[in-house]
């Protein structure tokens, strides 16, 4: 078995893919790893490593200590903590993804997943229907790591032969691991207020449209694009891949299906402006022709799946 490591397991992505890649690889052949130890269930279930996601000696150790053979790199700073602290942003996203890069190219590693975002694009890429290929000229520092970090993964793919690929995430949506930094983090919140006092306040408009995704579909888009023949992986920069694009408004009224009572109020910060510069709808043919993607889960149907989860698990809510 090639072992997998998560670099940033404990992170809003990073924790359901390693629940994933555990169930289909086995346990003991994903090594989860952060900067700090995770949850019960994560340290539990399978082996666990402190890594520095900055530190190429560090990620060194590990891949050898563990026979590691395959790198998800899901540590990111996201892109409102990114427009705080600009130059850690950008240190942590570039440095990291440069090492396990040049793990690759060294051929300690033989395949690396990356995830870029929609964030790559800005005011001047088309807002709706944003294709594969088109201005990315992004007005966030993560959209900057991200665009640098994409151009640096077909680099080492055409220049070293790198196997590297990528998808660029919309805001990912999902109830058991909470994400931390991000724009569009609104629309998790949203469920949690909602169930818990019955009111939110929307750092966004109520007109703002976004792409989104709920976690279940964002965790079968990486693993396959992962299993995909390298033949079908065709764009080695990264994929758009798109599922559902809402406002704070509609997200609020499926919502109200649950909760009748239900109220938002909007009160934007400096996020509107990236909001504002991101698309509205994203065009992902090239994902669903080039490795079969497909999404599953609707508005609707993400909806009643978080509303059930989170009844179900009230600790969560406290
Ligand atoms: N969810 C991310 C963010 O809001 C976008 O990739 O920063």
């Given at each position: 078995?090639?072992?997998?490591?998560?670099?940033?397991?404990?992170?809003?992505?990073?924790?359901?893919?390693t629940?994933k890649?555990?169930?289909?690889?086995?346990?003991?052949?994903?090594i989860?790893?952060?900067?700090?130890?995770?949850?019960?269930?994560?340290?539990?279930?399978?082996?666990?490593?402190?890594v520095?996601?900055?530190?190429?000696e560090?990620?060194?150790?590990?891949?050898k200590?563990?026979?590691?053979?395959?790198v998800?790199?899901?540590?990111?700073m996201?892109?409102?903590?990114?427009?705080?602290?600009?130059?850690?942003?950008?240190?942590?996203?570039?440095?990291?993804?440069?090492a396990?890069?040049?793990?690759?190219?060294?051929?300690?590693?033989?395949?690396?997943?990356?995830?870029?975002s929609?964030a790559?694009?800005?005011?001047?890429?088309?807002?709706i229907?944003?294709?594969?290929?088109?201005?990315?000229?992004?007005?966030?520092?993560?959209?900057?790591?991200?665009?640098?970090?994409?151009?640096?993964?077909?680099?080492?793919?055409?220049?070293?032969?790198?196997?590297?690929?990528?998808?660029?995430?919309?805001?990912?949506?999902?109830?058991?691991?909470?994400?931390?930094?991000?724009?569009?983090?609104?629309?998790?919140?949203?469920?949690f207020?909602?169930?818990?006092k019955?009111?939110?306040?929307?750092?966004?408009?109520e007109?703002?449209?976004?792409?989104?995704?709920?976690?279940?579909?964002?965790?079968?888009a990486?693993?396959?694009?992962?299993k995909?023949?390298?033949e079908?992986?065709?764009?080695?920069?990264?994929y758009n891949?798109?599922?559902?694009?809402f406002?704070?408004?509609?997200?609020?009224?499926?919502?109200?299906?649950?909760?009748?009572?239900?109220?938002?109020?909007?009160?934007?910060?400096?996020?509107?402006?990236?909001a504002?510069?991101?698309?509205?709808?994203?065009d992902?043919?090239?994902?669903r022709?080039?490795?079969?993607?497909?999404?599953?889960?609707?508005?609707?149907?993400?909806?009643?799946d978080i509303?059930?989860?989170?009844k179900?698990?009230?600790?969560?809510?406290?």
């Amino acid at each position: 078995m090639n072992k997998i490591l998560i670099i940033g397991a404990c992170g809003q992505i990073g924790t359901a893919l390693t629940e994933k890649l555990r169930e289909d690889y086995g346990n003991e052949n994903v090594i989860a790893s952060d900067i700090r130890e995770g949850g019960k269930e994560m340290m539990e279930s399978g082996p666990f490593e402190i890594v520095d996601a900055t530190s190429k000696e560090r990620i060194l150790e590990v891949v050898k200590k563990h026979e590691v053979k395959q790198v998800y790199l899901m540590a990111a700073m996201l892109s409102a903590t990114a427009e705080k602290y600009p130059q850690k942003g950008w240190e942590l996203n570039m440095t990291s993804l440069l090492a396990v890069l040049d793990l690759a190219k060294e051929k300690y590693i033989d395949k690396v997943f990356w995830p870029s975002s929609m964030a790559v694009f800005g005011s001047t890429s088309p807002k709706i229907n944003t294709p594969q290929q088109t201005i990315m000229e992004p007005t966030t520092v993560y959209g900057i790591s991200k665009v640098a970090g994409e151009h640096w993964c077909n680099y080492y793919h055409e220049k070293y032969g790198v196997d590297v690929r990528s998808i660029r995430y919309p805001g990912i949506i999902s109830w058991k691991s909470l994400p931390g930094g991000g724009t569009t983090d609104y629309a998790v919140d949203i469920y949690f207020e909602a169930l818990k006092k019955g009111s939110f306040e929307c750092f966004l408009s109520e007109d703002t449209r976004l792409p989104m995704m709920y976690m279940e579909d964002a965790i079968d888009a990486t693993v396959n694009i992962m299993k995909a023949n390298p033949e079908c992986v065709k764009t080695r920069t990264s994929y758009n891949l798109a599922a559902i694009s809402f406002t704070p408004k509609e997200i609020a009224q499926e919502i109200k299906n649950y909760i009748p009572d239900f109220e938002i109020t909007y009160k934007p910060d400096f996020r509107q402006d990236i909001a504002d510069s991101w698309p509205r709808i994203i065009d992902d043919s090239a994902a669903r022709k080039d490795w079969g993607w497909e999404h599953a889960y609707d508005l609707t149907s993400m909806t009643k799946d978080i509303i059930t989860n989170l009844k179900k698990h009230e600790e969560l809510l406290s």
